[in-house]
């Protein structure tokens, strides 16, 4: 079973968008930060982009001005959405949280999503 159910991927031309959702089970109690992470084939997974419990955000250099990432207001949903899209952005993308679950609230583990394919295409 997966705490974090991802959705919003697909194939895209270069140039266009795409909009990632990462939604948190009721499993999981309290979030200290949820962020973005991809993969692409051969290479090691990245962080893309994160924002804590209190709206602090982070990102990759690469993607600076083009993703944003944001949350919903129960804070158990994060965005990101992915403008001027390049073929190199193509990986699969993976939603993190930095969370406890109602069976352990005062532990602090890493939450993964199962994964998103963007594919940009030239």
């Known amino acids: 079973q997966v705490q974090l159910v991802e959705s919003g991927g697909g194939l895209v031309q270069a140039g266009g968008s795409l909009r990632l959702s990462c939604a948190a089970s009721?499993?999981?109690?309290?979030?200290?930060?949820m962020g973005w992470y991809r993969q692409a084939p051969g290479k090691q997974r990245e962080l893309v982009a994160g924002?804590?419990?209190?709206?602090?955000?982070n990102y990759a250099d690469s993607v600076k001005g083009r993703f944003t990432i944001s949350r919903d207001g129960a804070k158990t949903t994060v965005y990101l959405q992915m403008n001027s899209l390049k073929p190199e952005n193509t990986a699969v993308y993976y939603c993190?949280?930095?969370?406890?679950?109602?069976?352990?609230?005062?532990?602090?583990?890493?939450?993964w999503g199962q994964g998103t394919q963007v594919t940009v295409s030239s």
């Open positions: 009721r499993i999981i109690s309290s979030i200290k930060a």
């Open positions: 924002i804590t419990s209190g709206g602090d955000t």
């Open positions: 993190h949280a930095d969370a406890s679950s109602v069976l352990a609230p005062q532990t602090w583990r890493a939450y």
